[in-house]
């Protein structure tokens, strides 16, 4: 019997939710066909059959959670089955139990466990040491699912895990992506939110938002790159990017999706319009890769959309800043020293101040206001 694992998804992503088989026990599967569909934090994912074969069980139900190298299925042995590699297949590590004769001097499989622990319990990074304690996790207990051995965020938040309460219903998929997102991004940013407002009534009715808020954010970041950045904490050290990769909040019926529109900055009017329009299409149906959700450097909200003038954002390390736009409202502005009704665009900027300085947020925001308050 060869046994298929859930193999590496990719992007770091450290477990999926089956969200429904495409075989089932005595089927008989060609090489490529698509076994089984699952939910990552990024994306649905299909995964295919390693190798030609009958189908001897399956051993995940839908809609469990379960952690790269679960076993997933098993195909039955038979003349027809190809036996070769199996993509994701885990060697079983053999029983190292140390019987009575074991040679003077020799750790007991019980010692060396106690040691393997300790090792592993110093494979994590004070973040992620943090958070074992605020979960009350022991960190000895783990083993880590990260490079290296390396214990990450994903293994101390599933051995958090406590059964669901009566009448609450858990969080999955996108959902449950956002919360730990954002409470990961309360608990390890300094985040601070500056606001201002742009008078854009020298925009043409032909005008589109987010595309004047995307070239006003590309601007900002030229003005201030520090804004365009990623931040390890572990190291205290910041990482510029010349190019301007921007997260797009898109609100779903899943919940919050932020796909990456890659090289904002060198994209003309034309092009940003097809690329929005496509994105936002494709999250919606969540057919996005997991890289195409992955390694923003800054990222756009425009939640004026739908509600709200400003607002304090969640900043999702690495990146350092969002800037949010609000609902267009109607103010009243002095207008060569008379009155006039002009409409006005609310901006919400929520930056990490341990890579970010006031100066760098405010020089940032000066230069979008000024490139949204010019005419189309």
């Known amino acids: 019997m060869t046994v298929f694992r859930l193999p590496d998804l990719g992007e770091g992503l450290q477990e999926a939710e089956i969200v429904s088989w495409h075989v089932s026990a005595g089927d008989h599967v060609v090489a490529d066909q698509p076994l089984v569909s699952v939910?990552?934090?990024?994306?649905?994912?299909?995964?295919?059959?390693?190798?030609?074969?009958?189908?001897?069980?399956?051993?995940?139900?839908?809609?469990?959670?379960?952690?790269?190298?679960?076993?997933?299925?098993?195909?039955?042995?038979?003349?027809?089955?190809?036996?070769?590699?199996?993509?994701?297949?885990?060697?079983?590590?053999?029983?190292?139990?140390?019987?009575?004769?074991?040679?003077?001097?020799?750790?007991?499989?019980?010692?060396?466990?106690?040691?393997?622990?300790?090792?592993?319990?110093?494979?994590?990074?004070?973040?992620?040491?943090?958070?074992?304690?605020?979960?009350?996790?022991?960190?000895?207990?783990?083993?880590?699912?990260?490079?290296?051995?390396?214990?990450?965020?994903?293994?101390?938040?599933r051995a958090a895990r406590v059964d669901v309460p009566e009448g609450y219903e858990p969080l999955r998929g996108a959902r449950r992506s956002m919360a730990l997102a954002m409470a990961r991004s309360q608990h390890s940013v300094a985040a601070t939110t500056l606001t201002e407002e742009a008078d854009i009534e020298s925009w043409s009715d032909a005008a589109r938002p987010t595309v004047r808020l995307i070239r006003a954010l590309v601007v900002g970041c030229h003005a201030a790159p520090a804004l365009n950045a990623w931040y390890d904490e572990d190291a205290v050290a910041a990482r510029r990017h010349t190019t301007v990769d921007l997260g797009l909040a898109v609100d779903t019926e899943d919940g919050l999706l932020v796909p990456v529109l890659r090289g904002a900055e060198g994209l003309e009017v034309a092009g940003l319009n097809d690329a929005i329009a496509d994105l936002k299409t494709r999250a919606r149906q969540r057919t996005l890769t997991p890289r195409e959700l992955s390694d923003a450097t800054i990222t756009l909200s425009n939640f004026g959309m739908l509600a709200g003038l400003h607002a304090a954002l969640m900043v999702v390390p690495p990146q350092v800043a969002i800037l949010g736009a609000g609902r267009i409202v109607r103010r009243v502005v002095d207008q060569n020293g008379g009155l006039a009704l002009h409409r006005t665009l609310p901006l919400s900027l929520t930056f990490d101040h341990r890579a970010v300085t006031g100066g760098d947020a405010a020089r940032f925001l000066r230069a979008a206001v000024r490139d949204l308050e010019a005419a189309d």
């Open 39 to 157: 939910e990552t934090e990024k994306a649905v994912v299909e995964i295919p059959s390693p190798q030609a074969g009958h189908i001897a069980e399956l051993f995940v139900a839908v809609g469990e959670r379960v952690p790269i190298g679960t076993a997933l299925l098993s195909f039955a042995e038979t003349p027809h089955t190809d036996t070769g590699t199996v993509v994701g297949e885990i060697p079983q590590a053999s029983d190292t139990t140390a019987g009575p004769s074991t040679p003077p001097g020799r750790a007991t499989r019980q010692q060396h466990l106690s040691s393997s622990r300790r090792t592993i319990a110093t494979k994590a990074a004070p973040r992620i040491r943090a958070l074992a304690k605020r979960l009350n996790v022991d960190l000895a207990t783990l083993s880590g699912g990260g490079p290296g051995g390396a214990i990450t965020a994903a293994d101390v938040e």
